[in-house]
């Protein structure tokens, strides 16, 4: 058991794993962020859960059910981030002095399979932002505070957040790190596991680009008419 997790192969097996947990529940975030863009378009936006389809989308993500999963998608993200730490330092270690020297792997290994342990830590940088922007605002008011909040709180979120082009600026950049990070992590992650061979790899790295241009288009779409909502450009539904 303790090869594991201190074993080369057990530690992407960890990574693996977690990694691919954190990308189901980004789908799942992203999906109900873009219900936002909806209500742009329909009408419904500011209005509250049941008429607004992203106020119907955080009052689900409310429930105790997100709530149990929440301290379980944090302890994801510690050992995601802990194991890349050790997986990073243990290669460096490994090589010495001949990690500084120039590496001819020839073109099949990308630019952000080189840099997947600085693209996580600009990911990780810019999620506490974010979450100082929507979770300190939202569920912690509700679990520490005892206040409840109402879900189309969240569209004034949104506006306050992205109504700022320097912060609409500094989230595209994050989405576009995340772009790369997924772009190597989805079909490396399904390789740990054993689910890549000659006939699958070519299929799971072009779903992986997919899936990774389908969140950033989602997350950047969702900052843009926020954006256009707050400074009422085509839109005329702020609520600020």
Same mark, same amino acid.
């Given at each position: ?63 105790? =059910?997100?709530?149990?999963? #929440? ?51 600009? #990911? ?6 974010? !979450? ?16 409840? =909040? ?7 979120? !949104? ?22 990070? !997924? ?9 740990? #596991? ?47």
């Amino acid at each position: 058991m303790a090869n594991i997790f201190t074993s080369s192969i057990g530690k992407k097996l960890i990574m693996s794993i977690s990694g691919m947990f954190l990308i189901i529940f980004m789908l799942l975030h992203t999906t109900i962020n873009f219900f936002s863009v909806i209500d742009a378009f329909k009408g419904t936006w500011g209005a509250p859960a049941g008429e607004g389809w992203f106020a119907s989308g955080c009052w689900f993500m409310a429930t105790p =059910v997100i709530d149990i999963m #929440v301290p379980i998608l944090a302890l994801g993200f510690a050992v995601h981030i802990a194991y890349a730490c050790w997986l990073t330092y243990s290669n460096r270690k490994a090589r010495g002095p001949q990690r500084y020297e120039v590496a001819h792997k020839g073109k099949s290994e990308s630019w952000a399979s080189k840099n997947m342990f600085a693209l996580g830590i600009i #990911v990780l940088g810019l999620l506490c932002l974010h !979450l100082s922007h929507f979770w300190a605002e939202m569920q912690y008011v509700e679990w520490f505070k005892g206040e409840h =909040v109402a879900p189309e709180k969240a569209y004034y979120l !949104l506006e306050k957040t992205f109504g700022n082009v320097w912060m609409l600026i500094i989230y595209i950049i994050w989405f576009t790190a995340l772009w790369f990070h !997924l772009t190597h992590g989805f079909w490396s992650a399904l390789q740990s #596991v054993g689910m890549s061979n000659t006939v699958w790899q070519k299929r799971l790295e072009v779903i992986g680009y997919a899936l990774a241009t389908l969140l950033f288009v989602m997350l950047t779409t969702t900052a843009v008419v926020a954006f256009m909502v707050a400074n009422n450009i085509c839109f005329n539904c702020s609520v600020l």
